[in-house]
């Protein structure tokens, strides 16, 4: 199976930059996502990424390292509405389909 | 562009009774995923269909639980008899196959279910 790991819970400030990491162990890696939660909504879709490196996307940047079984989420010109859950969630295998999720990290924006 | 319709959005039952979660993908998706999530054990894959077909329902907690695809435009999830402990948010998800894997999952806004 899979093991992700993420930080529980992250604080920053608005305007600031915050890294949110995740690692994981797998075989048969084939992508890493990444989805946004708001309280009381469902995950919608952040960034993917498959191949080593950083895909950059307005403020949002997500970077992967296979070696390393690394992942991160870069929030740039942090807004209040940034705050939300941020789950890591990893494909194995081309044509399954299945991807399994992180806990996900809750980020706080503070004035 | 119609996304994934769930329904009900809320549901409150006693224990002991049937519950039908019902979820429409959106058109043109092959997967469909049944989630459950909670604040203890976060979000949790129950069960996924391909082209209709179950393919890994190794999630799908115990008997209790069943989940259905009669065709690619609706499925079911049912908990019969439904206890407490299944009290949870409910998600239904569906996506493209994509040959380069990059689809995501789109998720539907869920079914809050409370076992009283």
């Known amino acids: 199976g899979q093991n992700i790991d993420q930080p529980t819970e992250m604080t920053a400030t608005e305007g600031a930059i915050v890294q949110i990491n995740c690692t994981y162990q797998t075989s048969g890696f084939n992508g890493l996502f990444w989805y946004q939660q708001h309280a009381g909504e469902a995950p919608t879709f952040l960034s993917y990424n498959v191949l080593d490196g950083l895909e950059e996307k307005g403020r949002f940047s997500s970077f992967l390292s296979r070696s390393k079984g690394y992942s991160y989420l870069l929030l740039k010109e942090l807004q209040m509405k940034d705050s939300a859950s941020y789950l890591c969630?990893?494909?194995?295998?081309?044509?399954?389909?299945?991807?399994?999720f992180g806990d996900g990290t809750t980020l706080t924006v503070k004035p | 562009d119609a996304g994934v319709i769930q329904s009900p959005r809320h549901e409150v039952t006693e224990m002991g009774q049937e519950v039908t979660l019902r979820c429409k993908p959106i058109?043109?998706?092959?997967?469909l995923f049944w989630y459950r999530q909670t604040m203890m054990r976060g979000l949790e894959l129950l069960i996924y269909?391909?082209?209709?077909?179950?393919?890994?329902d190794s999630g799908m907690p115990e008997d209790r639980f069943s989940a259905k695809m009669p065709n690619a435009s609706f499925s079911t999830l049912k908990i019969q008899p439904s206890e407490p402990r299944d009290s949870a948010v409910y998600f239904c998800?569906?996506?493209?196959?994509?040959?380069?894997?990059?689809?995501?999952?789109?998720f539907g806004d869920g079914t809050r279910l409370s076992i009283l």
């Open positions: 969630a990893v494909r194995v295998n081309t044509n399954a389909g299945k991807s399994t």
């Open positions: 269909f391909n082209n209709n077909v179950p393919i890994d």
């Open positions: 998800a569906s996506s493209m196959r994509g040959v380069y894997s990059n689809q995501p999952q789109h």
């Open positions: 058109s043109g998706h092959d997967y």
